[in-house]
């Protein structure tokens, strides 16, 4: 296995012509979490993966998704990793998990990003994740104690709703969904789609992002977050959608619709017109933990790369040896460490100046880390031939990934122009209206 990167100390000139050291070597504290899951995932998770989800796709017939159930063994692997002390490694409260900062638990989440089940063992694991950094980050108390306090628990599991069916939704502004204030309760119309968790029997929370019209605010104060429980009223799950033929039981991906659905005003996170601000909390944090799980992924597909290419011989010589495969092997090396190093830095930014800060950096390593994780993924299928096709190895599993990567939390275009945009005003170039 890989051991984990160390890099020296970096310089970054400030705004005052200051320099600003940066270290991405691992904290003690970083390291030692990073021993411990890899040594957990090594002695718990990895023998017993491959049944697992055999056995969970056995048990949960894509076609009847309301009979979904959840393997035993999942439970049983969560309290373990919880007496262990390896929960909730994502957030930075002390009290509430493991007090890491972004860059300190970028590494973990690499090392996580190697298993399909891992990340909800140790109860890190989207959308709970992102949705537990918006109710810790915005939430009040009464929030806090009525669902992040059993998320933080691993009791129940969380979707979040955000896309919408018939928008385009690379423009969160197109939103039709609509969150009315209606004197103290606040009604929800609407359709939204890949509701990421909508399937698992354990989820109980929805965190819907609706249009919550003002006159007087501007474009991004027209919308709100809300927090609705799954069994109210009016909330339709209407079906689970299929990525790639597989449809990622019993955890699944959906759609949802809401017609009239009345919630306590008090629901709203913050208050009404807030949710593009807890947006960017809230996708800041969680694009790092995609991408560090993206390099993590990439790693794994080498490896396969690598022992598929030198067991296996055509033409009288080892597959590794044909066709450029060994530069493959070589570029693959240098765009995994490429990735790391960039989402690091933009893990650092963020530990730094917050997320607004970091924001071109964070759409940058949007845009790298899924990307190489395809490339990698499809060079590793390429050697495996037909089993790389399979659910015999991970690799079709971390092509869907990939691909899915490239659109979720904001497709590549949108990130490539906001980037675009900053280092235009950075150099006083006006931007054209299109």
Known sequence: ?????????????????????????????????VDEVRAFMRAEITPIESRYWNETRTANPDGNWRAWRRHSLLDELKARARA???????????????????????????????????????????????NMEVLW??????????????????????????????????DATNM???AIVDGDEIVIRGKKWWASGLGDPNTRLLIVMARTPNAEGSRHQQHSM???????QGVEVVRMLPVYGHFDAPHGHGEVHFHDVRVPLLNVIAGPGRGFEIAQGRLGPGRIHHCMRCIGAAE????????????????AKPIINLGGNRERVANARIAIDQARLLTLYAAWKLDKLGPLGAISEISAIKVVAPNMLQT?????????????????????????????????DGPD??????????????????????
């Open 300 to 315: 794994s597909a080498l490896e396969l790369m690598i022992a598929r290419g030198s067991s296996r011989t055509a033409f």
């Open 84 to 130: 262990a002390g390896l929960w909730n490694l994502f957030v930075p409260d002390a009290k509430r998990g493991a007090g890491l900062t972004t860059l300190e638990y970028a590494s973990v989440a690499e090392e996580t990003g190697r298993s399909f089940l891992a990340p909800e063992v140790f109860n890190c694991s989207a959308p709970d994740s992102g």
């Open 226 to 232: 809300i927090l609705v429980p799954l069994a109210t």
């Open 1 to 33: 296995m890989t051991p984990a990167f160390s890099y020296e100390c970096f310089w970054l000139p400030a705004i005052d012509g200051t320099v600003v050291p940066m270290d991405f070597d691992l904290s003690p504290a970083s390291k030692r979490y």
């Open 376 to 408: 990698i993924v499809d060079d590793a299928i390429q050697i495996h031939g037909g089993a790389g096709l399979s659910d015999d190895t991970p690799l079709a599993g971390y092509f869907a990934q990939a691909r899915s990567l490239r659109l979720a």
């Open 176 to 178: 039709q969904a609509t």
């Open 137 to 170: 980050r915005y939430g009040n108390e009464a929030q806090q104690k009525e669902w992040l306090t059993p998320l933080l628990a691993g009791e129940i599991r969380s979707a979040f709703c955000m896309t919408e069916p018939d928008v385009a939704s690379s």
């Open 413 to 434: 275009e949108v990130h490539r122009g906001l980037i675009a945009r900053i280092e235009l005003a950075k150099r006083g170039a006006t931007r054209p209206e299109e």
